[in-house]
């Protein structure tokens, strides 16, 4: 009996393949972006971790200085013959060649069997590794790039993450200039009961317990919520495209319901069978989606890698690998998804009359209430979006405002789209026009899903795309402020600096230090860089606030700068005192805007810095000079002077270096939002198909009244590009209102910086043709087929379906 | 060499390493039997220079202060106690900071009847995390350490002597009771017939007290400690393979020091036969004779914990016994290293090591 009622429900879909193939596509659709976008997240996620734990040996609690100052080789010391089992650690930024990597110097020796994440099986391994001339274990991509930027022996270990190698610490104190000074001590879990308090035997030293989250994974929350926030819209949108063709296939199989209960099969049996048989479409599209989620991921994965790298120093490799973390989510959600969007089906079926006549076109009569619920909800929505963007604060609350808004917006599309109609209908006089928009009207219900997923992925474009181009456009002015420079050069050693400012005092106009040291500074890791008393900075630093003698204050080293980013997360002021490294402090006198650095930054006079932090590097420089001689003076660096070429670089190319970071961190937002269109575009698709099959009775008579088919063929067209175009009229300031969130919202709480917002409806213009092309192609098919309809098929609809 | 792998996985074969120049194969017993090009060799007739030389020789490649104490305590239980210095440099020379290429590693053990507590330490040079001064004499690794007693007679008359494990502790007091020994021709101590050899001298008079603090529990004990401090660049021929290393205690007073490095055929025997005063007569090559009794299964190697040995030279004929067999240091080189007692023509108590088995 279930067979035979498998058999009898299950010949719908041979009957209506393209049906099927739309459920299908759209639940695989939607899971691919799902499933995509979690595992571009998971794996990035894992990256970090397992820096954290083979880099920073997180696992295991760490002793550091408070005030964030290196901790002398005599105290290690100290606290070993004093008993406590600790290793110590120099790390830091190196640079071989062109390639900058993260130097982790360890002791073998000391470093805790639970430390050690890399193996060196080998003997001759760890007398290379000890040797004074050096080992460095990195991973094969960073075996690739360090090829032939350093003599040093390379140990390619899979276990590294990319970007960062380990050295033993005496190849690091010497590479770093530490002095012996050490960044960190790691505490082995096995410790001798009778220690001594650390509190007395070192007075300054922290300890940070063990499985904190790396600083990399809190600073890259927010991008990874923007792209979860991504994919879920999505899913959601692909969500429509699943309820549109389930509701239609039960709506269709009605009739056959209706028989195999008459013939005696239970209501609990129709409904066991209806839902394995949803169960097994949801398994195969989320199956398939899944697959195309991982090519799309892999695709994207560079893209984003790159992102990660360039906007907060990340690294992550940019292969995939399978997790069940996001592939077993990404079919959870899909059958979940599909289960949901089922259910009201499944519930109608189960309370359906049994008696009843079939009405083919009942799903689609949304009644009055639930017109009126949508409204009354949609309205209540935006509200609550509403207060949320002025009495909410941080991450969590930006994407809320976000969220209520999309889907407010959405569920007042119909009452907003039906009154439009109404107007249109009140105004026409001739009595086919006055047909023409009654029956858009009268389609409405049935295009709505469709029309609300265009509204979705058309709002998120145009806030998208506002906001990446408003920042583009201030991202640039910025650095045309901030790189005032004509060139800037890096000496190797302290030597050839020394070499390198001499040689250049009577051929540039100005050299400008560029000298920065690291340090903890209000908790955080920071660079604090020093400025020369110049006009360079006087008339171009991108200064946000300041008082009006800021460079005085700066030069005679009583006032510092902090960037932006410092100033919202830490809630610094002007005029308040800035503890720095070291046990010394000075005033904020000014902010300044710093966009593409996740960190913080302290800018104070030179003097100072060379004072406070006399081992500062003073490798690199900024030089003025009259952008004629720049050619000149670029060639005498590298011929005369013999600099490596990667070490000059001019202005341009460091601004178009910039530019490459910024176009390259919203690639994959660009890409993302192509994907939401597609799928919004398919949801389109999917609607006018269903409705195209169903709309012969409506059309019948008015063909019998004389309008031609290819009238008719014309008044389709007319009504998906009016629905389109009132839909994508809508879309705009649902998308303004999204880019405001964005920028002055989410960008806050994820970058530390506000941008002012720039409007370009030369982008809307775009937009929408790529939107039209899509309702255009959407409305090829169902087209097709009304002109295939013969006149004796129209008329036997007429005569039947009265 | 069957170097075990340890808990951690850098460290798997750190004494093959340690004897290492240039990253030459290694061959010997835990690498000892390499060349020694750049590190100073040792030759016959040079006399020991004190206190200098109690301190570290950073132009040689290997060097230990190595200390073994045979302890009873009021009940009459027995202990063996072990404290033990290596320096090895991957450089003849000594650097400050972190690039100092002298490598220190500390060995410390307790053996009682039922268990054999043992414990390793690593550290490199440069920094005070481990070293030797001669004077006021201070051996230290962490918070290991041998250190003269400020006034007394001579840096190594008397020390104190501190290491502790997880789960042992010791705190000892030597005071020696009789002069410094040279071992071999006046320090010179040959180790194989093709001449390798190394510098050793020895301090086997002292009377100790102190505490042993067996798993939380501290117990009183007296007993006679043995120092043994050596250095070499190369003290192994390269077909030796591993040795068997005696310390005797003569209950008449008398010490002996004895010991057979194994080669593929007879091995090479030698020792030194000390008076109840302290004065050495060496036992030539031949005229000792050690001969394993039974093996036992340790660390999943067998080796052979009862031994006869004969110098007949002497009329001296002993059986040894290992108060613990199951005396094995389970180190990145893993060893046996234990107390014994020995029975026969005289008797008394001692320490017996037995390397790469």
């Known amino acids: 009996m279930y067979w035979a009622a498998a058999t009898a429900l299950l010949s719908h879909w041979r009957r209506h393949p393209v049906q099927l193939a739309t459920l299908l596509l759209g639940l695989a659709l939607a899971t691919a972006l799902w499933s995509g976008v979690q595992a571009i997240n998971a794996e990035a996620r894992a990256s970090y971790g397992r820096a954290a734990s083979v880099l920073d040996q997180n696992r295991l609690a760490q002793l550091v200085e408070r005030d964030g100052d290196l901790i002398s080789a005599d105290r290690y010391a100290l606290l070993r013959r004093d008993g406590w089992n600790v290793s110590p650690v120099i790390e830091g930024d190196v640079r071989f060649g062109r390639e900058r990597i993260r130097l982790i110097g360890i002791d073998p020796l000391t470093m805790p069997p639970e430390g050690q994440s890399v193996e060196t099986a080998e003997a001759q391994d760890l007398f290379d590794f000890l040797s004074p001339s050096g080992l460095l274990i990195v991973s094969p991509a960073t075996a690739e790039r360090l090829e032939g930027q350093t003599a040093m022996k390379l140990k390619i270990s899979g276990q590294m993450p990319d970007g960062a190698a380990f050295a033993d610490i005496s190849i690091a104190d010497r590479l770093l200039a530490r002095n012996g000074g050490l960044s960190r001590l790691v505490v082995a879990p096995e410790q001798a009961l009778d220690l001594g308090r650390l509190d007395q035997l070192a007075p300054g030293l922290t300890v940070r317990q063990a499985g904190d989250r790396p600083d990399v994974a809190q600073l890259t929350d927010s991008f990874h919520l923007n792209l979860t926030a991504f994919g879920f819209l999505a899913f959601a949108v692909g969500l429509f495209i699943v309820y549109a063709a389930i509701g239609l296939a039960f709506e269709q199989r009605r009739s056959t319901l209706r028989t195999l209960r008459a013939l005696g099969l239970s209501l609990s049996a129709v409904t066991v069978t209806l839902m394995v048989e949803i169960l097994v479409l949801a398994l195969v599209a989320g199956l398939t989606g899944v697959v195309i989620g991982y090519g799309m991921a892999s695709l994207l994965l560079p893209g984003v890698a790159a992102t990660l790298r360039g906007l907060y120093g990340a690294d992550v490799p940019g292969t995939l690998s399978l997790r069940p973390e996001w592939w077993a989510t990404g079919l959870g959600m899909a059958i979940a998804g599909t289960m949901i969007s089922s259910a009201q089906s499944l519930w109608r079926v189960r309370n359906m009359p049994l008696l009843a006549t079939a009405q083919p076109r009942a799903w689609a009569r949304a009644s009055a209430r639930s017109a009126r619920f949508q409204l009354v909800a949609g309205l209540l929505l935006i509200a609550v979006a509403l207060t949320l963007s002025f009495t909410g604060k941080g991450l969590a609350a930006g994407f809320g405002v976000l969220a209520c808004l999309l889907l407010g917006a959405a569920l007042l599309l119909p009452a907003i789209l039906s009154g439009f109609l109404s107007i249109m209908q009140g105004r026409s006089s001739h009595p086919l026009a006055a047909w023409f928009w009654a029956d858009t009207r009268q389609q409405l219900p049935g295009l709505s899903l469709a029309l609300m997923a265009l509204l979705l992925a058309l709002a998120a474009n145009v806030g998208v795309g506002t906001m990446v181009s408003s920042f583009r456009l201030t991202f640039v002015g910025w650095l045309d402020q901030r790189l005032a420079a004509e060139l800037y050069v890096t000496a190797r050693d302290e030597d050839e600096a020394s070499r390198l400012r001499i040689w250049l005092m009577d051929r540039a106009t100005t050299v400008l230090p560029i000298w920065n040291v690291e340090g903890e500074v209000l908790g955080e890791t920071l660079q604090i860089y020093g400025v020369a008393n110049d006009p360079t900075y006087r008339d171009h630093w991108p200064l946000l606030r300041g008082e009006k003698d800021v460079w005085d204050q700066i030069a005679t080293g009583r006032g510092a700068l902090v960037n932006e980013q410092l100033w919202r997360k830490k809630g610094v002021e002007i005029g308040d005192q800035l503890p720095l490294p070291g046990g010394w402090s000075v005033s904020i006198v000014g902010i300044y805007s710093d966009y593409g650095n996740p960190k913080g930054q302290v800018i104070i006079g030179i003097d100072k810095l060379a004072e406070h932090y006399p081992d500062v590097s003073r490798l690199r420089y900024g030089i003025r000079a009259s952008p004629k001689a720049v050619p000149a003076l670029k060639e005498q660096l590298t011929g005369e002077f013999r600099l490596p070429s990667e070490n000059v670089v001019d202005q341009a190319s460091l601004k178009q270096q910039s530019r490459g970071v910024f176009e390259q961190t919203f690639a994959v937002t660009g890409a993302l939002n192509i994907f939401t269109l597609a799928v919004a575009g398919f949801a389109m698709f999917a609607s006018l198909l269903t409705l195209s099959g169903i709309r012969l009775p409506q059309l019948a008579p008015v063909w019998s009244m004389g309008v031609t088919r290819r009238d008719l063929v014309a008044f389709e067209i007319a009504r998906t590009l009016a629905l389109w175009l009132a839909t994508f009229i809508a879309a705009l300031p649902v998308g303004l209102a999204l880019a405001w969130v964005l920028l002055s919202i989410v960008n806050v709480e994820a970058f530390g910086w506000r941008l002012p917002m720039h409007v370009f409806p030369a982008d809307w213009l775009q937009l929408g043709l790529v939107a039209l092309a899509a309702a255009g192609l959407s409305i090829l098919i169902p087209l097709r087929r009304l002109m295939a309809v013969g006149p004796s098929e129209l008329l036997r609809t007429f005569a039947n379906e009265r | ?357």
């Open chain 2, 1 to 357: 060499m069957n170097a075990r792998s340890g808990s951690s996985v850098w460290l798997v074969a750190l004494m093959f390493l340690l004897a290492l120049t240039g990253g030459s194969r290694s061959q010997g017993f835990a690498g000892l039997g390499t060349n020694a090009e750049g590190f100073s060799v040792p030759r016959p007739g040079q006399a020991f220079r004190f206190p200098a030389d109690h301190g570290p020789h950073p132009d040689f490649r290997i060097e230990w202060w190595y200390v073994t104490a045979n302890l009873q305590s009021a009940d009459g239980a027995q202990f063996g106690v072990q404290w033990t210095l290596f320096r090895s440099a991957l450089a003849p020379k000594t650097e400050a900071g972190w690039a100092d290429p002298q490598i220190w590693m500390g060995h410390a053990a307790l053996t009682t009847k039922d268990r054999h507590y043992s414990s390793e330490r690593l550290a490199r040079g440069g920094v005070g995390q481990a070293g030797v001064v001669p004077e006021p004499f201070s051996a230290w690794i962490d918070s290991w350490q041998m250190k003269g007693v400020q006034g007394s007679s001579g840096p190594l008359n008397n020390l104190d002597l501190t290491a502790s494990g997880k789960d042992f502790g010791y705190q000892l007091s030597l005071s020696a009771k009789g002069p410094l020994v040279r071992q071999g021709d006046q320090g010179f101590s040959v180790k194989s017939a093709g001449g390798q050899a190394s510098f050793y001298y020895s301090q086997p008079f002292y009377d100790v007290s102190g505490i042993v603090d067996v798993a939380g529990r501290a117990v009183p004990v007296k007993g006679k400690a043995w120092l043994d401090r050596e250095w070499s660049s190369q003290p192994l021929a390269a077909n030796q393979t591993g040795w068997d290393w005696f310390s005797l205690h003569l209950d008449t007073g008398e010490k002996i020091m004895a010991f057979r490095l194994r080669d593929e055929k007879g091995g090479y025997t030698s020792g030194n036969w000390i008076s109840a005063d302290g004065q050495p007569s060496a036992l030539p090559p031949g005229s000792l004779e050690l001969t394993p009794l039974s093996s036992v299964s340790v660390g999943g190697r067998d080796v052979p914990v009862a031994w006869r040995v004969r110098i007949p030279q002497r009329s001296f004929d002993v059986t040894t016994t290992a108060l613990n067999e199951q005396a094995w240091m389970p180190t990145r080189t893993p060893y046996w290293e234990g107390p014994i007692s020995f029975q026969g023509t005289a008797s008394g108590r001692g320490y017996l090591e037995m390397t790469g088995y």
